[in-house]
């Protein structure tokens, strides 16, 4: 398997002089490009039946790309293009490497899908397992919470993409303690400033229980601070 997907890219060596040392850069060719184009085009579209499917979007997407036989066909005939004319592979063959190389991709961190439906963040660190835990944690009844996926670097600089993380993250156990290390008074009175509230303390004891009111009570950011960056 690996030497046929080898086949679909090529190594590029590059010499650093300075530091005497060599990196090797795998530069996939033009089908396989146009191939992953279209596989990631296909996740966000059914990554948007997110709010019907909820933590269960992750399973639809997989057997979905499973089961599409156009896409199957377009990785069968790149990799049948790319094969050495001794190889010859069985179609449940080539069908276990579609299949191996769609679980790899699931189980990747791919930033093509940040920005869909306001969960993936815009500075695309986390990947959409990540996003879909705290989706399911906000879906979820039972005391096993993890307020570690509360991470300020995944928030995105888009306030209403913001707004809408935060939102989820207010639902999650201990989130007063978790946005309280979390954020500095600088950026708690951003957020309160951003609801529109005139607030003379600046101690996060006060602050940040105003907030997470507002977000559970799903009060909207002002116009003004829908024009600008988050924490700006």
């Known amino acids: 398997m690996h030497t046929l997907l080898e086949a679909l890219c090529t190594e590029k ?8 040392s060599q990196t090797t850069n795998i530069i996939p060719g033009p089908e396989f490009i146009r191939f992953m184009y279209y596989l990631e085009s296909l996740v966000i579209e059914m990554f948007k039946k997110s709010n019907e499917l909820g933590p269960n979007i992750l399973r639809y997407v997989t057997n979905s790309l499973l089961s599409n036989s156009p896409l199957n066909q377009m990785f069968v005939t790149i990799l049948k293009s790319s094969m050495d004319n001794n ?4 179609n449940d063959e080539l069908g276990f490497i579609y299949e191996r190389c769609i679980l790899i991709y699931m189980r990747s961190h791919q930033k093509t899908w940040r920005e869909v ?11 959409l397992r990540e996003n879909l835990k705290t989706m399911r944690s906000s879906y979820s009844t039972t005391e096993n919470k993890k307020p570690s996926l509360m991470k300020k670097g995944n928030l995105p600089s888009n306030p209403i993409h913001a707004l809408e993380q935060l939102r989820l993250w207010v639902q999650l156990e201990e989130a007063k303690d978790s946005f309280t290390k979390m954020f500095l008074v600088s950026e708690l009175l951003w957020l309160i400033w951003a609801f529109g509230i005139s607030m003379p303390y600046k101690k996060k004891q006060k602050l ?10 799903r009060t909207p950011f002002t116009d003004e601070a829908l024009k600008k960056k988050l924490f700006l």
Request: hydrophobic share 35%; aromatic share 6%.
């Open 13 to 20: 060596v590059e010499y650093v002089t300075e530091t005497k």
């Open 208 to 217: 940040v229980p105003i907030i997470i009111s507002n977000l559970k009570n």
């Open 117 to 127: 439906n306001n969960y993936i963040p815009e500075k695309g660190t986390a990947s």
């Open 87 to 90: 190889v010859e592979l069985e």
